[in-house]
């Protein structure tokens, strides 16, 4: 099973403020999605094959990264962006989350 | 438009068998895979497995012993069922086209108490 490692767990950031997000693999995956949730929401997804953005989501969310290593970028903070993020491999069986990362507003 | 809603019972007694029910419209279960993920409360997600396109099963080992994904295509649903179930069950359910797309239920809270 591959575990997918979530860095920061919590953290708060200032509007305006620049977010990176961390997905550490356990073993080398094709690509990682992203996903946000609010509240008791659906889970949205915000990036999907590591760096496309989902139709709907808006252009200060980016994807990066490669192998065991990607990270989700919020270029500029607003406050509708606090919310719990997940990173999701496809890549084997079982398929697995992250931990999320929770994301709030300083 | 691609709408999936799960339904079933709010409240299971310890032990017994969970029968959810994921109806989908707007797209056929033979040309598109249907996951299922659950929400323990206040914690992350976990895939618990996937019914194919082509009828193929696919299911998380932690749960495979306890767990069956079937569909009736005629009827557009698919359907989960897990048995022994603990109060650690307890969560929101999910049912998700093609996980890595963006079509989720709304979810069902599931509740395991006697």
């Known amino acids: 099973e591959i575990v997918l490692t979530q860095s920061p767990t919590t953290m708060a950031a200032s509007p305006g403020e620049k977010v990176t997000l961390t997905c550490l693999a356990s073993?080398?995956?094709?690509?990682m999605y992203w996903y946000q949730q609010k509240s008791s929401a659906s889970p949205k997804l915000l990036i999907y094959?590591?760096?496309s953005l989902a139709s709907g989501v808006p252009d200060r969310f980016s994807g990066s990264g490669s192998g065991t290593s990607y990270s989700l970028t919020i270029s500029s903070m607003e406050a509708e962006d606090a919310a719990i993020y997940y990173c999701l491999q496809l890549t084997s069986t079982p398929y697995t989350f992250g931990a999320g990362t929770k994301l709030e507003l300083k | 438009q691609v709408q999936l809603k799960e339904s079933g019972p709010g409240l299971v007694q310890p032990s017994q068998t969970l029968s959810l029910t994921c109806t989908v419209s707007?797209?056929?279960?033979?040309?598109?895979?249907v996951h299922w993920v659950r929400q323990p409360p206040g914690k992350g997600l976990e895939w618990m497995g996937r019914?194919?396109?082509?009828?193929?099963?696919s299911y998380n080992s932690a749960l495979k012993s306890r767990l069956s994904i079937s569909r009736d295509t005629s009827k557009n649903q698919v359907f989960l069922k897990m048995n022994s179930l603990q109060t650690d069950d307890t969560g929101t359910y999910y049912c998700?086209?093609?996980?890595?797309?963006?079509?989720w239920g709304q979810g069902v809270m599931v509740t395991v108490s006697s």
């Open positions: 019914m194919r396109y082509n009828g193929d099963t």
């Open positions: 094959y590591t760096s």
């Open positions: 707007g797209f056929s279960l033979t040309s598109y895979n």
């Open positions: 073993s080398s995956v094709n690509y």
């Open positions: 998700t086209r093609g996980l890595g797309e963006d079509y």
